[in-house]
């Protein structure tokens, strides 16, 4: 079982920056992959980033300005968030899998408003 924990989200004017962390229980060189989803207010969850030890992916709406990374040692993934804009605000999760299992963290805010 994983434990996902996320924290940074917050308010930023447009055009600034935020970085998410995700948190895992145990040690994340066991998960095959990791990443973030978010939804906004009326629409589904949307895939943003995820990362694998080898590979990274972005959604298009968000390539050239998120950067997803990972410290194993901490078991930490990270989300940078540059040159935010009003239609990222959304509640942003982490997520994994494991032995068939899908697992989600309770979802951070970010709200992209001047």
């Known amino acids: 079982q994983v434990q996902l924990v996320e924290s940074g989200g917050g308010l930023v004017q447009p055009g600034g920056s935020l970085r998410l962390s995700c948190a895992a229980s145990?040690?994340?060189?066991?998960?095959?992959?990791m990443g973030w989803y978010r939804q906004s207010p009326g629409k589904e969850r949307e895939w943003v980033a995820s990362i694998t030890s080898g590979s990274t992916n972005y959604a298009d709406s968000v390539k050239g300005r998120f950067t997803i990374s990972r410290d194993n040692a901490k078991n930490t993934v990270y989300l940078q968030m540059n040159s935010l804009k009003p239609e990222d605000t959304a509640v942003y999760y982490c997520?994994?899998?494991?032995?068939?299992?899908?697992?989600w963290g309770k979802g951070t805010l970010v709200t992209v408003s001047s």
């Open positions: 997520y994994t899998f494991l032995n068939a299992m899908n697992y």
């Open positions: 145990g040690s994340i060189l066991r998960l095959p992959a």
